[in-house]
Structures are given as C-alpha cells and as structure tokens.
Nanobody, 115 residues
Framework: QVQLVESGGGLVQAGGSLRLSCAASGSIFSINTMGWYRQAPGIQREWVAGIRGGGSGNYADSVKGRFTISRDNAKNTVYLQMNSLKPEDTAVYYC?????????WGQGTQVTVSS
C-alpha cells in the first residue's frame, strides 16, 4: 500500500505561481512513475504531468512550458511547480503513483486561479 498526501494548493491571481507537493509513504520502494492529474467541476479527470525514476518530466500540451514536475527520491516527494497560472487551470489536483500495475491516488488539493 502507498499513501499520498498533497499540499500547496490555494487561491492565486492569474499570472501567479504555486508549488504543489506530494509526499509518499508506505510501500514506496518500487514506485516508478508518479504524476499529477486534475479535475475541474463537470469535467473528466485529466493527466497533467508525469515523471519516471530520475528522468525528466512529460506534460500535457495545455501546461507545457508553464508547469514543471520534479522528484526528490530521498524525500519520497514529487513536486509540481506551476507558473503563469490561468483561470482554466482551476481544478482539484491529484497526485498519483504507480506500483506493481496499481495506481494510488492522493486526496487532492484545490487550486483556484482568479482572473
């Protein structure tokens, strides 16, 4: 079992920045892929960014160039730095981790971008 706890969400004006954190605990030794998803009201959850091991991140087109995913394996934490935020980035952001073919989810953190 893997437990994920997100933090760092909040209210920000358009053009601002936020950094989300996701701390993993439990049976984390074989986690390979970690990532971030988001879900806005009435919209299906969508993938935002992902990172494998110590590699570089991959991004949805909608956030490419504005968001950066990073991972600190020593702290078992993955981050999402979000810059140049837009009102359409408003959503609940979820951390995800894949282990043994199973995807684990955090509880989500709200990000609200005002215009």
């Amino acid at each position: 079992q893997v437990q994920l706890v997100e933090s760092g969400g909040g209210l920000v004006q358009a053009g601002g920045s936020l950094r989300l954190s996701c701390a993993a605990s439990g049976s984390i030794f074989s986690i390979n892929t970690m990532g971030w998803y988001r879900q806005a009201p009435g919209i299906q959850r969508e993938w935002v960014a992902g990172i494998r091991g110590g590699g570089s991140g991959n991004y949805a087109d909608s956030v490419k160039g504005r968001f950066t995913i990073s991972r600190d394996n020593a702290k078992n934490t993955v981050y999402l730095q979000m810059n140049s935020l837009k009102p359409e980035d408003t959503a609940v952001y979820y951390c995800a981790a894949v282990q043994g073919g199973v995807t684990y989810w955090g509880q989500g953190t709200q990000v609200t971008v005002s215009s």
